[in-house]
């Protein structure tokens, strides 16, 4: 990830930055120690996906705003073409001494932050834009007075949150660390073995309840589910590649036969492992011609 930095403003709570970003293969973004309030100035280009695992879209369109918060890294798929973005960095006591929005309360949110609908934040953003472009008479004070309200509009935005969910017991979205730790440890079952629901929980810091409800309004995949289709997916590359037999892969991926695992694959896929081998060994001989 390519990070070209074109301004910069540092405050004593707040850095604000222009900058473009440049991705070519699916890549991580960063952790910072601080807040980030980010808006998306480039054109022409596919919103930000959240990896393979999200439905949700970050920055769909020029002006759109998102949030995340301290120590939040989201995986991002490329999208082809530099991205420009102007971002506020926050200091973390700062927010919560202004505010009462602590580090944790914010990261309970980080869904509905990175995904943030709010046309008072993007106007706000675009003000500071101009300001960064034509800086006038008291030009950091007038930036510094802009961050301000913009947390004044985050701390509204997130008691209205609060509200609504308890109001009507609405469950969230996981957060995209979340996600990403889940997406993480699914990456590594091959040689990890699988993990339980109770092992996802616990490294996400929620109930098993909370965790199958929130998958699923996260990525439109009941969690289990999720991890069966990730499963066969592994075999099927391992299929592919003609190295181990049908039996091997069943053991390696934990099925508890090879009968378990052919009938797995044949429901998930339509065709049973050794008809999907002989044709992915097709494929690629008559490819290789």
């Known amino acids: 990830m390519r990070h070209e930095l074109e301004k910069e403003l540092v405050l004593p709570h707040v850095r604000v930055e222009l900058a473009t970003i440049t991705w070519s293969v699916t890549d991580t973004s960063?952790?910072?120690?601080t807040h980030a309030l980010f808006q998306r100035l480039s054109r022409d280009h596919s919103p930000l996906r959240l990896g393979n695992m999200s439905a949700f879209d970050l920055l769909p369109r020029v002006h759109a705003v998102g949030f995340l918060p301290a120590g939040s890294t989201v995986p991002l798929e490329p999208i082809g073409k530099p991205l420009r973005v102007l971002t506020c960095f926050f200091d973390p006591d700062f927010v919560e001494a202004r505010t009462g929005l602590s580090a944790e309360r914010l990261s309970r949110q980080t869904a509905a932050l990175a995904l943030l609908r709010n046309k008072r934040l993007e106007i706000l953003m675009q003000e500071l834009h101009a300001e960064l472009d034509h800086p006038g008479p008291a030009h950091e004070f007038l930036i510094e007075s802009l961050t301000n309200v913009?947390?004044?509009?985050?701390?509204?935005?997130i008691a209205h949150v609060e509200r609504k969910a308890g109001r009507q017991g609405i469950v969230l979205a996981l957060a995209p660390w979340q996600l990403l730790r889940i997406e993480e440890r699914i990456k590594a079952a091959p040689e990890t073995g699988y993990p339980s629901l109770g092992e996802l929980a616990e490294m996400c810091g929620v109930s098993?309840?909370?965790?199958?409800?929130?998958?699923?309004?996260?990525?439109?995949?009941?969690?289990?589910?999720?991890?069966?289709?990730?499963?066969?997916?592994?075999?099927?590359?391992?299929?592919?590649?003609?190295?181990?037999?049908?039996?091997?892969?069943?053991?390696?991926?934990g099925f508890s036969s090879p009968g378990h695992f052919s009938n797995m694959f044949r429901r998930m896929t339509g065709q049973s492992p050794s008809q999907y081998r002989r044709?992915?060994?097709?494929?690629?001989?008559?490819?290789?011609?």
Request: net charge positive; charged share 20%; aromatic share 4%.
């Open 150 to 157: 913009m947390l004044v509009e985050i701390a509204r935005v």
């Open 30 to 33: 960063p952790a910072h120690p």
């Open 279 to 289: 044709k992915a060994l097709a494929d690629h001989a008559a490819t290789a011609n």
């Open 208 to 253: 098993e309840g909370h965790l199958a409800r929130a998958f699923k309004v996260s990525t439109g995949w009941q969690i289990q589910k999720y991890i069966a289709r990730q499963r066969i997916a592994t075999a099927s590359e391992m299929l592919a590649t003609g190295a181990l037999n049908c039996a091997a892969i069943a053991e390696r991926l």
